[in-house]
């Protein structure tokens, strides 16, 4: 994440607290207000700072999730983790540090489905699965970069919708969920990897025809 300008750093800290307040407020100016009377923020700063409209104010909480995100995980805490556990950690991460807003997350959810906010909807799930695979070390820039992220994706969300439900103790049913929901991504990455490298030794109908063009000498 870049540096943010001291407006957007002004947004991202009050971003959580807009989303606690949005519980009893809704994602309106007045959630603003709340959130920077707790923070002892000016609250024409904070109104400037932080959108109007419903949507563009779930898209700045969302945002506020990621940077929280990004600033609990530094390289050393999530360098010793397998690849499953961090982003198992960087997505229970996020459940529990939005379960103080986990009714307004019901409705920004909401807010997001209406049609003419899809397109937010998919890029603030696109850059926040790009935000988790990023904190987990993949590097990937062909084709695996899209489909990681796009798999992510659906998992989170997903796993968003189950836990909205959830009513077990420490949210036991959603963990095991999610544990369900990364095991078959992980089968399907080791069934993907074993395809690719199983491709090279695959005869191949190119390889076959060149070698009738231009035989070897």
Same mark, same amino acid.
């Given at each position: 994440?870049?540096?943010?300008?001291?407006?957007?750093?002004?947004?991202?800290?009050?971003?959580?607290?807009?989303?606690?307040?949005?519980?009893?407020?809704?994602?309106?100016?007045?959630?603003?207000?709340?959130?920077?009377?707790?923070?002892?923020?000016?609250?024409?700063?904070? !109104? &400037?700072?932080?959108?109007?409209?419903?949507? #563009?104010?779930?898209? /700045? =909480?969302? *945002?506020?999730?990621?940077?929280?995100?990004?600033?609990?995980?530094?390289?050393?805490?999530?360098?010793?983790?397998?690849?499953?556990?961090?982003?198992?950690?960087?997505?229970?991460?996020?459940?529990?540090?939005?379960?103080?807003?986990?009714?307004?997350?019901?409705?920004?959810?909401?807010?997001?489905?209406?049609?003419?906010?899809?397109?937010?909807?998919?890029?603030?799930?696109?850059?926040?699965?790009?935000?988790?695979?990023?904190?987990?070390?993949?590097?990937?820039?062909?084709?695996?970069?899209?489909?990681? !992220? &796009?798999?992510?994706?659906?998992?989170?969300? #997903?796993?968003?919708? /189950? =836990?909205? *439900?959830?009513?077990?103790?420490?949210?036991?049913?959603?963990?095991?969920?999610?544990?369900?929901?990364?095991?078959?991504?992980?089968?399907?990455?080791?069934?993907?990897?074993?395809?690719?490298?199983?491709?090279?030794?695959?005869?191949?109908?190119?390889?076959?025809?060149?070698?009738?063009?231009?035989?070897?000498?």
């Amino acid at each position: 994440m870049t540096d943010p300008t001291p407006l957007e750093s002004v947004r991202r800290q009050i971003a959580l607290a807009v989303g606690e307040n949005a519980v009893f407020d809704g994602w309106t100016g007045k959630a603003v207000d709340s959130a920077a009377a707790q923070l002892g923020i000016d609250p024409a700063v904070a !109104r &400037l700072a932080f959108p109007k409209d419903p949507a #563009a104010m779930v898209e /700045a =909480w969302i *945002d506020g999730v990621d940077a929280a995100m990004v600033n609990a995980f530094p390289p050393e805490r999530i360098a010793a983790m397998k690849v499953r556990d961090r982003i198992r950690s960087l997505i229970w991460f996020r459940l529990e540090t939005t379960g103080p807003a986990r009714e307004a997350v019901r409705s920004a959810l909401a807010i997001l489905a209406m049609p003419q906010n899809v397109p937010l909807g998919l890029k603030t799930g696109w850059r926040s699965a790009d935000r988790m695979w990023r904190l987990a070390g993949d590097t990937a820039t062909d084709y695996n970069h899209y489909t990681k !992220r &796009l798999i992510l994706s659906g998992v989170y969300g #997903a796993t968003l919708l /189950a =836990w909205l *439900d959830d009513q077990t103790e420490g949210w036991t049913a959603t963990a095991a969920f999610l544990d369900r929901r990364l095991g078959e991504v992980m089968r399907f990455e080791k069934a993907k990897a074993e395809w690719t490298a199983n491709a090279i030794r695959r005869p191949s109908l190119s390889r076959f025809l060149g070698r009738l063009r231009y035989p070897p000498h």
